[in-house]
T-cell receptor, first 113, second 110 residues
Framework: DAGVIQSPRHEVTEMGQEVTLRCKPI?????LFWYRQTMMRGLELLIY????????DSGMPEDRFSAKMPNASFSTLKIQPSEPRDSAVYFC???????????FGEGSRLTVL | GENVEQHPSTLSVQEGDSAVIKCTYS??????FPWYKQELGKGPQLIID?????GEKKDQRIAVTLNKTAKHFSLHITETQPEDSAVYFC?????????FGTGTSLTVIP
């Protein structure tokens, strides 16, 4: 298996622009997580889905952030409008609900100027 | 909610020595404890895990111990090698919710 695939790997944009991050989970996994990693705050859970349904989005910073999972093989995290404080590495991770194992992608490094 | 504390934040060891990283958790309902290794520019990689019905698990040079009563678990790396240098994260999980420690930056000096 190719593992969790994220795109883009790097994104540089200007404040106010829309950013869309994409994730393809490992085939067969039924849970998907979006995390944000910064030096100051470490790994923060933004939202997670079970069987494509959002379960907990309490970590989403504000209304500028939204996430969708239209099917079992694809998810997006959108930031609109983006701000410099959104600069971070965003990770997608997938796993099986019952076993609890979690596998991370390589991340999308976002820089908002 | 769960609170996971991880120590030390940085650790330097000579090649061939052992390294130990410790974590504590607060919620007795947590029942799954994975450890992740993150190399520079990469995502966290699951290296070993332990469930609450087991006290110790070993995989070659890596071992994890769990003390449910004291609510702490540890990662042990023996015969360290330069390629073990990375940031290590512990986590406590219950019902598919994961709570991560703040990470330990391990440097193995050749």
């Amino acid at each position: 298996d190719a593992g969790v695939i994220q795109s883009p790997r790097h994104e540089v944009t200007e404040m106010g622009q829309e950013v869309t991050l994409r994730c393809k989970p490992i085939s067969g996994h039924n849970s998907l997580f979006w995390y944000r990693q910064t030096m100051m705050r470490g790994l923060e859970l933004l939202i997670y889905f079970n069987n494509n349904v959002p379960i907990d989005d309490s970590g989403m910073p504000e209304d500028r952030f939204s996430a969708k999972m239209p099917n079992a093989s694809f998810s997006t995290l959108k930031i609109q409008p983006s701000e410099p404080r959104d600069s971070a590495v965003y990770f997608c991770a997938s796993g099986w609900i019952n076993t609890g194992e979690l596998f991370f992608g390589e991340g999308s490094r976002l820089t908002v100027l | 909610g769960e609170n996971v504390e991880q120590h030390p934040s940085t650790l330097s060891v000579q090649e061939g020595d052992s390294a130990v990283i410790k974590c504590t958790y607060s919620d007795s309902a947590s029942n799954y404890f994975p450890w992740y290794k993150q190399e520079l520019g990469k995502g966290p990689q699951l290296i070993i895990d332990i469930r609450s019905n087991v006290g110790e698990k070993k995989d070659q040079r890596i071992a994890v111990t769990l003390n449910k009563t004291a609510k702490h678990f540890s990662l042990h790396i023996t015969e360290t090698q330069p390629e073990d240098s990375a940031v290590y994260f512990c986590a406590a999980s219950k019902r598919n919710q994961f709570y991560f420690g703040t990470g330990t930056s391990l440097t193995v000096i050749p």
